[in-house]
Nanobody, 124 residues
Framework: QAQLVESGGGSVQAGGSLRLSCTGTGYMYDHYCMAWFRQAPGKEREGVAGIDTSGGATYAAFVEGRFTISRDNIKNKLYLQMNSLRPEDTAVYYC??????????????????WGQGTRVTVSS
């Protein structure tokens, strides 16, 4: 059974950086497209960045070049390097595995496995 475990969240001041990690187990990691989502208090879960099986990345508009998604298919890991963090980036961040690649990557229903989330807090 697929399992995703995130780590790397924490509290930083505005302008700081964090690197989130997600380890996937229980499935053929390199066969799946992956993504990072986030959910702020009182808001819907939204896509942050998606990555295909060969490392091609797409980003939500609000990222504005501040974040980088990457994957290591040998270590079964997904990363999100976040720089120039802003208070509005405060949220619980989740990694997710798509059921299939193709189509809009931000569609929640296309993801069949989720991590438990890691909290990011950015203070001003």
């Amino acid at each position: 059974q697929a399992q995703l475990v995130e780590s790397g969240g924490g509290s930083v001041q505005a302008g700081g950086s964090l690197r989130l990690s997600c380890t996937g187990t229980g499935y053929m990691y390199d066969h799946y497209c992956m993504a990072w989502f986030r959910q702020a208090p009182g808001k819907e879960r939204e896509g942050v960045a998606g990555i295909d099986t060969s490392g091609g990345a797409t980003y939500a508009a609000f990222v504005e070049g501040r974040f980088t998604i990457s994957r290591d298919n040998i270590k079964n890991k997904l990363y999100l390097q976040m720089n120039s963090l802003r208070p509005e980036d405060t949220a619980v961040y989740y990694c997710a595995r798509r059921n299939y690649c193709g189509g809009p990557w931000q569609t929640l229903s296309t993801y069949g496995a989720w991590g438990q989330g890691t909290r990011v807090t950015v203070s001003s």
